[in-house]
């Protein structure tokens, strides 16, 4: 059966395709692009599909790819979606309060046409019921406790990525060397998109359904100042954390073009770092994948290129 990763371009999306198409497992990666991120884009087993989160005319198209594909296989018996991966629309297009709604009514849409299993993207700082993906998590469970679904929620902490792939990370390391935040002495357990993604296809692909949530967490807690103190190891220069007051960092990240209503989201998830909100850490990567999870030396030490003066040239 077919497995749908929506956001299939993103962070974590984009790796979930490669580690489907390695395992020659089904899959279908939706994005607004129709792009197909996989390691080899003539693979069989995974094809990029338009998808816009705004334009519900595009939301049958995995599922008419999905039937389209088994036809032409032979294997019309076996057609069908029944895992997706849920990534939220980006946060230029909705609010949180307009993404929840969103996102239950296309998991009601794939229920329709056969999907079984839902496996929602979270966050760690977002509990079940609460602001935007909260609301999906406690319907999910709400559908998985009447027996509707099979459901999985990660709640994964910050990115290690965040501060390689994200622009205004990157440009400020790289051209400023400073990292800003509002979390003070606030520590982290950063973990890596690829061992996200490793779980995620753990949860997939499992004959037996998840039915609960993971935190997934990066082995060693780290504040930003610690964060610096390895960037400057790996880069050779002094790389320096800048601990903004709450206010400071929304009109930072509204100037970077950021939406008020998120802006003020991330700067209130800032502060709770700052009083402890992510001082924990646990084995789900290890449990899950049988893999120790990646620390963050071994990121900056692959990616280090992109904090390089030179490469605002390239």
Same mark, same amino acid.
């Not at 849920?86 to 946060?91: D, I, K, N, R």
């Given at each position: 059966m077919t497995t749908l990763v929506l956001g299939g371009t993103g962070t974590v999306g984009s790796r979930i395709a490669?580690?489907?198409?390695? &395992?020659?497992i089904p899959a279908l990666i939706a994005s607004r692009s129709g792009d197909n991120p996989t390691a080899s884009p003539n693979t069989t087993t995974a094809r990029g599909v338009p998808f816009d989160w705004?334009? *519900?005319? #595009?939301? $049958?198209?995995p599922f008419e790819? !999905? !039937?389209? #594909?088994?036809?032409?296989e032979g294997r019309e018996q076996a057609a069908g979606i029944k895992s997706v991966y849920?990534? !939220?629309? $980006?946060? #230029? #297009?909705?609010? $949180?309060?307009?993404?929840?709604d969103v996102m239950m009514d296309f998991v009601d849409f794939a229920r329709a046409r056969g999907a079984r299993r839902f496996v929602l993207q979270s966050a760690s700082a977002i509990e079940a019921g609460g602001p935007a993906m909260g609301k999906v998590h406690a319907y999910l469970r709400?559908?998985?406790t009447r027996g509707e679904v099979d459901w999985a929620v990660l709640r994964p902490s910050w990115f290690q990525q965040n501060l390689s792939e994200h622009e205004a990370h990157v440009r400020s390391i790289r051209d400023e060397s400073k990292i800003y935040s509002a979390t003070g002495d606030g520590k982290i357990p950063?973990? &890596?998109?690829d061992d996200i993604a490793a779980v995620a296809v753990e949860v997939l692909t499992r004959k037996a359904p998840p039915n609960t949530e993971f935190l997934v967490l990066g082995p060693e807690l780290l504040s930003y100042n610690e964060v610096a103190g390895i960037l400057s190891k790996v880069?050779?220069?002094?790389?320096?954390?800048?601990?903004? &007051?709450?206010?400071?960092? =929304?009109? *930072?990240?509204?100037q970077a073009g950021m939406p008020e209503n998120y802006a003020n989201m991330l700067h209130s998830l800032d502060t709770a770092v700052k009083f402890g909100s992510e001082n924990r850490t646990n084995d789900v990567v290890l449990s899950m994948t049988g893999v120790a999870p990646r620390r963050f030396l071994?990121? !900056?030490? =692959?990616?280090? &290129?992109v904090w390089e003066p030179a490469a605002a040239a390239a």
């Open positions: 490669r580690l489907l198409a390695a &395992s020659s705004e334009k *519900r005319e #595009t939301w $049958p198209n790819e !999905a !039937a389209r #594909t088994a036809r032409e849920l990534v !939220a629309p $980006p946060p #230029t #297009t909705t609010t $949180p309060d307009t993404m929840a709400e559908l998985g950063w973990v &890596s998109a880069l050779g220069r002094r790389i320096v954390h800048v601990d903004l &007051s709450s206010a400071e960092y =929304a009109k *930072r990240r509204e071994e990121l !900056a030490e =692959a990616v280090k &290129s």
